[in-house]
């Protein structure tokens, strides 16, 4: 497509359920980026997958959360056992290869725990 | 850890004014990118600074990046009502990219 997709735009959830969030690139986007954009917080790192390369999962921010991205293309995020603190709107950005090139977002996806 | 603070974090103004905001770090980076976000968008890249020193100029926005490369200023000149959104800032270091929190700008007929 034309630009970076996500879904679902909004998900619900109770407290102690798993969520997957999905996001899909740029064709040819070698990059793809997790961040986590919480009220009156900056974006806040999660994960960044770079071609065949193991995924650079140092901001992550338990092991509840985690991700994988298949066949280079499309990426989930994956919640186990959610918290009232993991509300926060998700976004995904995918980027060509090489420094210096910014990031196209997506829409997010807002998550509200209750 | 990098860390970019932004200043302000709110500013409203009056149509017509003009405005600078800023963004600074202890940090060296090697490039620094600023970005506009509106409501239930995600952020959209304005513009990347590479050199120090670097003055870039996008119709009505004028981007600078410190001759250390450590902060940048975002300068608007006779803001418009279309101007309003979340502006950020975002450093590339040796991690994917670092973000301030953001100056929220309003502006208003």
């Known amino acids: 497509g034309a630009g970076v997709s996500q879904s679902p735009s909004n998900k619900v959830t109770e407290k102690g359920k798993d969520v997957e969030l999905r996001c899909d690139p740029i064709s040819g986007h070698t990059a793809l980026y997790w961040y986590r954009q919480s009220l009156g917080q900056g974006l806040e790192f999660l994960i960044y997958?770079?071609?065949?390369?193991?995924?650079?999962k140092s901001g992550l921010p338990s092991d509840r959360f985690s991700a994988e991205r298949t066949g280079g293309s499309v990426s989930t995020l994956t919640i186990q056992r959610t918290q009232q603190e993991d509300s926060a709107v998700y976004l995904c950005?995918?980027?060509?290869?090489?420094?210096?090139?910014?990031?196209?977002f997506g829409s997010g996806t807002r998550l509200t725990v209750v | 850890t990098q860390l970019l603070e932004q200043s302000p974090q709110f500013l409203s103004i009056q149509e017509g004014e003009n405005l600078t905001v800023y963004c600074n770090s202890s940090s060296v980076f090697s490039s620094l990118q600023w970005y506009r976000q509106e409501p239930g968008e995600g952020p959209v890249l304005l513009v990347t600074?590479?050199?120090?020193?670097e003055v870039k100029k996008l119709k009505r926005l004028t981007f600078q990046f410190g001759d250390a490369r450590k902060d940048s200023s975002l300068h608007i000149t006779a803001a418009q009502t279309g101007d309003t959104g979340l502006y950020l800032c975002?450093?590339?270091?040796?991690?994917?990219?670092?973000f301030g929190k953001g100056t929220r700008l309003s502006v208003i007929a």
């Open positions: 997958f770079q071609g065949n390369s193991a995924p650079d």
């Open positions: 600074v590479v050199t120090g020193g």
């Open positions: 975002a450093g590339l270091g040796n991690t994917p990219l670092v």
């Open positions: 950005a995918s980027a060509p290869s090489g420094i210096n090139y910014g990031y196209t």
